[in-house]
Protein backbone atom coordinates (compact mmCIF):
# COMPACT_ATOMS: atom_id res chain seq x y z
CA UNK A 1 0.00 0.00 0.00
CA UNK A 2 0.98 3.42 -0.69
CA UNK A 3 0.55 4.72 2.60
CA UNK A 4 2.93 2.30 4.03
CA UNK A 5 5.64 3.07 1.63
CA UNK A 6 5.36 7.05 1.99
CA UNK A 7 5.37 6.66 5.61
CA UNK A 8 8.79 4.33 5.77
CA UNK A 9 10.71 7.45 3.60
CA UNK A 10 9.06 10.17 5.96
CA UNK A 11 10.90 8.20 9.02
CA UNK A 12 10.27 8.56 12.85
CA UNK A 13 12.10 7.82 15.60
CA UNK A 14 11.13 8.07 19.37
CA UNK A 15 13.60 8.49 22.02
CA UNK A 16 13.76 7.87 25.91
CA UNK A 17 14.82 9.32 29.00
CA UNK A 18 15.45 5.94 30.24
CA UNK A 19 16.37 2.43 29.68
CA UNK A 20 13.51 -0.25 27.98
CA UNK A 21 11.58 2.83 26.79
CA UNK A 22 10.65 4.36 30.09
CA UNK A 23 10.79 7.62 31.17
CA UNK A 24 9.61 10.93 29.54
CA UNK A 25 9.83 10.63 25.23
CA UNK A 26 10.28 13.24 22.76
CA UNK A 27 9.09 11.79 19.08
CA UNK A 28 11.37 12.88 15.74
CA UNK A 29 10.43 13.22 12.13
CA UNK A 30 12.90 15.48 11.06
CA UNK A 31 16.68 16.36 11.37
CA UNK A 32 17.44 17.64 15.88
CA UNK A 33 20.45 19.35 16.01
CA UNK A 34 19.72 19.60 19.89
CA UNK A 35 18.35 16.78 21.71
CA UNK A 36 18.64 18.69 24.97
CA UNK A 37 16.09 21.00 24.78
CA UNK A 38 13.32 17.90 24.59
CA UNK A 39 15.14 15.48 26.81
CA UNK A 40 17.58 16.03 29.75
CA UNK A 41 18.93 12.48 29.21
CA UNK A 42 17.93 9.50 26.30
CA UNK A 43 19.05 6.17 27.24
CA UNK A 44 16.65 4.04 24.59
CA UNK A 45 14.79 4.76 21.32
CA UNK A 46 12.39 2.89 19.11
CA UNK A 47 12.83 3.56 14.99
CA UNK A 48 9.22 2.98 13.78
CA UNK A 49 9.98 3.99 10.12
CA UNK A 50 12.75 5.20 8.12
CA UNK A 51 16.79 4.93 8.60
CA UNK A 52 18.83 8.01 11.08
CA UNK A 53 22.33 8.81 12.13
CA UNK A 54 22.24 9.30 15.69
CA UNK A 55 24.88 11.34 17.48
CA UNK A 56 26.62 11.74 20.86
CA UNK A 57 26.96 15.73 20.53
CA UNK A 58 24.60 18.06 19.40
CA UNK A 59 24.76 19.82 15.92
CA UNK A 60 25.67 16.36 14.06
CA UNK A 61 29.35 15.88 16.11
CA UNK A 62 31.31 13.04 17.71
CA UNK A 63 30.77 9.38 17.72
CA UNK A 64 27.60 8.41 14.97
CA UNK A 65 25.84 5.74 15.19
CA UNK A 66 23.45 4.73 12.14
CA UNK A 67 19.81 3.07 12.78
CA UNK A 68 17.22 1.39 11.25
CA UNK A 69 13.67 0.33 12.39
CA UNK A 70 13.82 -1.22 15.75
CA UNK A 71 13.90 -1.09 19.10
CA UNK A 72 17.30 0.22 20.51
CA UNK A 73 16.40 -0.83 24.76
CA UNK A 74 20.08 0.01 26.11
CA UNK A 75 22.09 1.21 22.88
CA UNK A 76 24.76 2.67 25.73
CA UNK A 77 25.97 -0.57 26.37
CA UNK A 78 25.20 -2.22 23.19
CA UNK A 79 27.49 0.16 21.41
CA UNK A 80 30.13 1.25 23.97
CA UNK A 81 28.78 4.81 24.62
CA UNK A 82 29.67 6.84 27.81
CA UNK A 83 27.65 9.50 27.03
CA UNK A 84 23.85 10.01 25.47
CA UNK A 85 22.05 10.06 22.11
CA UNK A 86 22.69 14.46 21.83
CA UNK A 87 21.91 15.02 17.82
CA UNK A 88 19.72 13.03 15.14
CA UNK A 89 19.73 13.19 11.25
CA UNK A 90 17.05 11.71 9.02
CA UNK A 91 18.42 9.86 6.23
CA UNK A 92 16.20 10.14 2.92
CA UNK A 93 15.60 7.26 0.74
CA UNK A 94 17.69 7.26 -2.18
CA UNK A 95 16.69 5.08 -5.52
CA UNK A 96 19.41 5.52 -8.21
CA UNK A 97 23.15 5.28 -8.79
CA UNK A 98 25.62 5.62 -6.26
CA UNK A 99 28.99 7.40 -6.74
CA UNK A 100 31.68 8.48 -4.61
CA UNK A 101 35.37 9.89 -5.19
CA UNK A 102 37.29 9.18 -2.02
CA UNK A 103 40.82 11.09 -2.40
CA UNK A 104 44.17 9.93 -0.29
CA UNK A 105 45.12 13.54 1.12
CA UNK A 106 42.94 16.05 2.29
CA UNK A 107 41.49 18.72 -0.20
CA UNK A 108 41.11 16.29 -2.93
CA UNK A 109 44.74 15.53 -3.35
CA UNK A 110 46.57 12.44 -3.60
CA UNK A 111 45.57 9.06 -5.20
CA UNK A 112 41.70 9.31 -6.51
CA UNK A 113 39.59 6.32 -6.56
CA UNK A 114 35.79 6.20 -7.90
CA UNK A 115 32.94 4.03 -6.09
CA UNK A 116 29.96 2.65 -7.20
CA UNK A 117 29.18 0.25 -5.15
CA UNK A 118 30.30 -0.94 -1.03
CA UNK A 119 34.03 -1.73 -0.77
CA UNK A 120 34.99 -4.08 2.45
CA UNK A 121 38.34 -2.86 2.33
CA UNK A 122 40.45 0.16 1.02
CA UNK A 123 43.13 -1.16 1.51
CA UNK A 124 43.06 -4.38 -0.26
CA UNK A 125 41.05 -3.19 -3.12
CA UNK A 126 42.98 0.09 -4.15
CA UNK A 127 46.06 -0.76 -2.09
CA UNK A 128 45.41 2.81 -0.16
CA UNK A 129 46.73 3.89 3.22
CA UNK A 130 45.01 6.68 3.68
CA UNK A 131 41.84 8.67 2.94
CA UNK A 132 41.19 11.86 4.02
CA UNK A 133 38.52 13.49 1.78
CA UNK A 134 35.72 13.03 -0.58
CA UNK A 135 33.04 13.51 -3.07
CA UNK A 136 29.39 12.11 -2.56
CA UNK A 137 27.83 12.64 -5.92
CA UNK A 138 25.08 10.48 -5.93
CA UNK A 139 23.23 8.36 -2.84
CA UNK A 140 23.89 8.33 0.71
CA UNK A 141 26.80 6.32 2.21
CA UNK A 142 28.17 4.83 5.42
CA UNK A 143 32.10 4.88 6.04
CA UNK A 144 33.60 2.64 8.60
CA UNK A 145 36.95 2.99 10.54
CA UNK A 146 37.62 -1.10 9.79
CA UNK A 147 37.77 -3.84 6.77
CA UNK A 148 34.10 -5.06 6.84
CA UNK A 149 32.21 -2.36 7.82
CA UNK A 150 33.19 -2.35 11.57
CA UNK A 151 34.43 0.13 14.39
CA UNK A 152 32.89 3.60 14.28
CA UNK A 153 30.91 4.96 11.67
CA UNK A 154 30.52 8.43 9.36
CA UNK A 155 27.14 9.09 7.06
CA UNK A 156 27.93 11.17 4.14
CA UNK A 157 25.39 12.81 1.64
CA UNK A 158 26.24 14.07 -1.37
CA UNK A 159 28.61 17.00 -1.07
CA UNK A 160 31.89 17.49 -0.79
CA UNK A 161 34.37 16.64 2.19
CA UNK A 162 37.25 18.58 1.85
CA UNK A 163 39.19 17.51 5.58
CA UNK A 164 38.14 15.00 7.49
CA UNK A 165 39.78 15.91 10.43
CA UNK A 166 37.48 19.15 10.52
CA UNK A 167 34.61 17.07 11.11
CA UNK A 168 35.70 15.77 14.46
CA UNK A 169 37.40 13.17 13.18
CA UNK A 170 40.83 13.82 13.96
CA UNK A 171 42.98 10.16 14.16
CA UNK A 172 40.78 8.37 12.20
CA UNK A 173 41.41 6.09 9.58
CA UNK A 174 38.40 4.68 7.08
CA UNK A 175 38.86 1.72 5.97
CA UNK A 176 35.55 0.48 4.39
CA UNK A 177 32.59 1.87 3.19
CA UNK A 178 29.02 0.70 1.94
CA UNK A 179 25.98 2.22 0.28
CA UNK A 180 22.57 3.00 2.38
CA UNK A 181 20.04 0.97 0.39
CA UNK A 182 16.34 1.82 -0.06
CA UNK A 183 16.00 -1.94 1.23
CA UNK A 184 17.03 -1.05 4.66
CA UNK A 185 13.93 1.03 4.81
Keep these: DDQGSRQ ?38 RVESGCFMVYDQSN ?29 RIIPMHRGSYKMRIYERENFGGQMYEL ?5 NMMDRYHMSDCM ?24 RPGEYRNFMNMGMSGMRWMSMRRIMDSWY
Design 133 to 156: SCQVMDGHWLMYEQPHYRGRMMYL
Design 60 to 88: YMGNQYFMRRGEYADYMSMWGWSGCIRSC
Design 116 to 120: MDDCD
Design 8 to 45: DEDGQIIFYEDRNFMGRSYECMSDCANMISYLNRCHSC
